[in-house]
């Protein structure tokens, strides 16, 4: 890298669980530019957040339907809390959750 070069890095840098289920993800972009003396100076961070269940559920009639979520796209530190986290008695108290809600 050269002095007065542009580089942007991407970290996760919180995953917390929420509620016994609920994942959230915040990820931080930064942008950075290469000072003279080597180092790196910060000039804009920006944030992406999401949150995660172990299921999407609906309710047809009197049939509740729980999928599992799809986290094969996330990454390999938030795939590690997930698959910890979601136990089976933690999957099924989400399942008691979502069916105790009216809709």
Same mark, same amino acid.
């Given at each position: 890298m050269?002095?007065?070069?542009i580089?942007?890095e991407t970290?996760?840098?919180k #995953?917390?669980?929420?509620?016994?289920?609920?994942i959230q993800?915040?990820?931080?972009?930064?942008i950075?530019e290469?000072?003279?003396?080597?180092?790196?100076?910060? #000039?804009?961070r920006?944030?992406?957040r999401?949150?995660?269940?172990?299921?999407?559920?609906s309710k047809?009639?009197d049939?509740?339907?729980?999928?599992d979520?799809? #986290?094969?796209?996330?990454?390999?530190?938030?795939?590690? #809390?997930?698959?910890?986290?979601?136990?089976d008695?933690?999957?099924?108290?989400?399942?008691?959750?979502?069916?105790?809600?009216?809709?």
């Amino acid at each position: 890298m050269a002095n007065g070069d542009i580089t942007k890095e991407t970290e996760y840098d919180k #995953i917390e669980i929420v509620n016994t289920w609920t994942i959230q993800v915040r990820q931080v972009t930064k942008i950075m530019e290469e000072q003279s003396d080597g180092s790196k100076k910060e #000039i804009s961070r920006a944030f992406n957040r999401h949150s995660l269940q172990p299921f999407t559920s609906s309710k047809s009639g009197d049939s509740w339907t729980h999928t599992d979520i799809d #986290i094969s796209g996330e990454d390999a530190s938030v795939q590690a #809390i997930c698959n910890t986290a979601w136990t089976d008695d933690v999957k099924t108290a989400y399942k008691t959750f979502r069916e105790s809600q009216s809709t």
